[in-house]
């Protein structure tokens, strides 16, 4: 099926299954789910079907050597479904236009609304029926054939019923507009569907070749390939940095709003971006392996992840049709049991009752939103594991923020130092200590502080020893011989120094370090890290949003600080509870 057709490979015992997805564009709504299970599952070498309607794709697990791809598609395609075996990264869409029948029909109907300065016009509305209910009758027989009542049954009966009346405009009226909306609910679906690819297309989609300079697809780069990536530029594969250093933008895929810094030997992945420096990267993975492809396809399966809506509306929709048409059977039949009533007018009512109390729009909104929401999550770097949990967040009565980087800049910079006996210590040799073991760490605040330093003209000491990460509390290293600790309250609790820090020092800022040696505590400065503009406006949005879901005032929104008061005072003015 070409190199680029969506299978894999999984071992079942000694038997080698093939995973097979198809592109089944004739999937207009969770009716045709049964129908294409009855259709697939008594074919040999079928293990299991799993049907994905907001995508209108279908994946199936089966023995290669008992069934092919080709067979697979004929089987569904006999049932005029438009199926074809789907190719990696290529996205099949539905007719831009309506179908020709669908256009031929209203071309009737607009005429045949004529009939009132013309009466032989009338006829014309028949035109309209005969041209634009062959796909009905086709997909209505095919369902009666599997023992099925859908959409298609209901409508033909409709049709069938105002014919007999001799209401042509009204069965011309019902053809027309039932395949127009098929039409519009297959936008509806391919509109889902682009939002799910869109996400494949974070990722570049061309790499250039670090050896040759040459720009190729990235479909056609081998594993341990060396590419060239500039400051600017999308890193197309997944990979190893073998040269170069540069910062990287993972939001793509984190959400993390700060840049990564890379340096030899770290990991990139396909789909962030390269800010700064020139970086080669050897590939570890292919295209079709890529982080972002594995999040694609994380988002098309959690879209099979039916949230508790969908279930109900499932359920609901399976025994609500047939009691439909019972319904409707029970009102064509009224007149015979009552002879006051009208037999016309029960009739005509009946037809109503089974056109306009049709499941279809509700079996297909829960999926096709559900379908919107993830994808649209997904773009922004946020994964849900489907609809289930989606649906959870209407339930939300409270929500954690982390400060840096997400409700501030993340770009920090000194406020305030100060030292215990000023009078008595070098300060500058105390600050040059400070960013020498700064400049080893990966903290965001330590870049402020080295740059602070290099502001007053000192530069960090490249001699740093024995350099130590303390989780929770700081770092520490050895500097011209000195043991040099900086932390935050918790180190400066278990080192005794918290005693020693003066009363009246009025220290400002988001968040405040200590610094001193094992024996003797020396100082301390603060670092602010400013709200973003947009802060408080995002969470006064957040309560209006939910509380227009719930339907219910009071939603809490908490930020996690672990700082000096001032700054919880300071980001209480956000709108922030706690």
């Known amino acids: 099926m070409g190199r680029d057709a969506q299978m894999s490979e999984i071992t079942a015992g000694d038997t080698k299954l093939c995973k097979t997805t198809f592109n089944v564009l004739g999937i207009c709504c969770p009716s045709e789910v049964s129908l294409i299970e009855r259709l697939l599952q008594p074919l040999s070498g079928v293990e299991r079907i799993s049907v994905n309607v907001p995508s209108k794709t279908v994946t199936v697990l089966h023995d290669p050597s008992l069934i092919q ?17 789907r190719v990696v990264g290529q996205l099949k869409s539905g007719r831009k236009w309506p179908s020709p029948y669908t256009l031929a029909s209203g071309v009737c109907l607009i005429i045949a609304l004529f009939h009132y300065l013309y ?14 209910i062959l796909p009905i009758m086709q997909r209505s027989f095919l369902a009666i054939r599997n023992f099925m009542l859908d959409i298609n049954v209901l ?22 507009l039932f395949t127009l909306a098929e039409w519009l609910e297959s936008r509806s679906s391919d509109k889902a569907r682009a939002e799910i690819s869109s996400v494949m297309n974070l990722a570049s989609q061309t790499a250039v070749i670090e050896e040759s300079g040459e720009k190729i697809s990235v479909k056609d780069v081998a594993i341990n390939t060396v590419l060239s990536v500039k400051a600017g530029e999308v890193i197309p594969l997944d990979g190893i940095v073998v040269s170069g250093s540069s910062s990287v933008d993972e939001s793509s895929l984190t959400g ?12 990139v992945w396909a789909g962030t971006m390269n800010l700064t420096g020139y970086l080669s990267v050897k590939t570890v993975a292919l295209a079709e392996e ?22 109900f509306v499932q359920k609901f929709a399976k025994y609500y049709t047939p ?26 009512k009946a037809l109503v009752v089974l056109v306009t109390a049709c499941p279809c729009a509700l079996v297909i909104s829960t999926p096709v939103a559900t379908a919107c929401g993830l994808a649209h999550a997904a773009k922004t770097g946020l994964l849900i594991k489907g609809g289930r949990y989606l649906e959870a967040l209407g339930k939300l009565k409270a929500i954690a923020f982390d400060k840096t980087g997400t409700l501030t800049e993340g770009i920090f910079r000194v406020v305030d130092v100060k030292f215990v006996e000023s009078e008595t210590i070098d300060e500058e040799k105390w600050l040059s200590w400070i960013a020498s073991l700064e400049s080893r760490s990966s903290h965001p ?40 600790y900086i932390g935050n309250v918790r180190l400066s609790n278990r080192l005794g120094w918290t005693e020693y820090v003066p009363d009246t020092w009025d220290i400002r800022g988001a968040t405040v370090g200590y610094f001193g040696t094992e024996e003797k505590f020396v100082g301390a400065f603060s670092v602010a890290d400013s709200s973003r503009p947009e802060a408080a ?25 672990f700082s000096h008061t001032s700054s919880q005072q300071s980001f209480k003015r956000l709108g922030a509870c706690q």
């Open 69 to 85: 791809p080709a067979q697979i598609v004929r089987a569904l395609n006999q049932a005029r479904l438009d199926a074809s075996v």
């Open 323 to 348: 009691v439909i048409v019972l319904a409707a059977i029970a009102m064509t039949l009224a007149p015979l049991i009552d002879r006051s009533l009208g037999f016309r007018k029960w009739v005509y």
């Open 537 to 561: 406006e995002a969470l006064d949005n957040l309560k209006i949003i939910i509380c227009f879901i719930k339907k219910t005032g009071g939603i809490y929104t908490f930020i996690l600080i």
């Open 290 to 311: 890529s982080t972002m492809a594995r999040m694609a396809k994380l988002v098309e399966e959690a879209q099979s992840q039916r949230s508790s809506t969908e279930e």
């Open 445 to 484: 605040m330590s870049v402020a502080i080295v740059s602070y330093c290099r502001q007053k003209g000192l530069e960090p000491s490249a001699e740093v020893k024995d350099f130590d990460i303390l989780e929770g509390e700081g770092i520490c290293g050895v500097v011209d011989n000195h043991k040099v």
């Open 119 to 132: 009466h032989p016009l009338r006829w014309v509305a028949l035109g309209a029926i005969a041209v634009g």
């Open 155 to 176: 409508m033909l009966i409709a049709v069938v019923g105002t014919i007999g009346l001799g209401d042509y405009l009204e069965g011309g009226t019902i053809v027309f």
């Open 256 to 267: 993390e709003s700060l840049p990564v810094q890379k340096e030899v030997e770290a990991n």
